[in-house]
């Protein structure tokens, strides 16, 4: 996205990877945040034209362990991110 022209905005808590992974330059911001906090999610999307969700936890171990958790990124996370969409007129622009 950003090679063709794009600002893309990265919306991250950094807890499966490092600030030093994601690239840095003019066109990419890094938000480190929450995914399934309401107001860092339509912080994040302000000025945004098309949103990718990509925030997830994965691991089926952690999911035993931990299910609140990955109930909170999963499932809340989500609704954040389609909620923040619908309230700034981006649901048809979610990918």
Do not use: W, Y
């Not at 992974?21 to 945004?48: Q, W, Y």
């Not at 909620?83 to 979610?94: F, P, Q, T, Y």
């Amino acid at each position: 996205m950003v090679a063709k022209g794009h600002t893309v905005v990265v919306l991250d808590n950094l807890s499966n990877g490092k600030r030093e992974n994601i690239p840095h330059g003019p066109n990419i911001d890094l938000i480190e945040g929450d995914v399934a906090d309401m107001a860092t999610v339509r912080k994040a999307m302000t000025d945004c034209q098309h949103v990718v969700h990509l925030a997830a936890l994965v691991s089926v171990p952690l999911s035993v362990e931990n299910p609140a958790k990955t109930f909170t990124v999963n499932v809340a996370g989500t609704h954040a991110v389609l909620e923040a969409a619908r309230e700034m007129k981006l649901a048809g622009n979610l990918i």
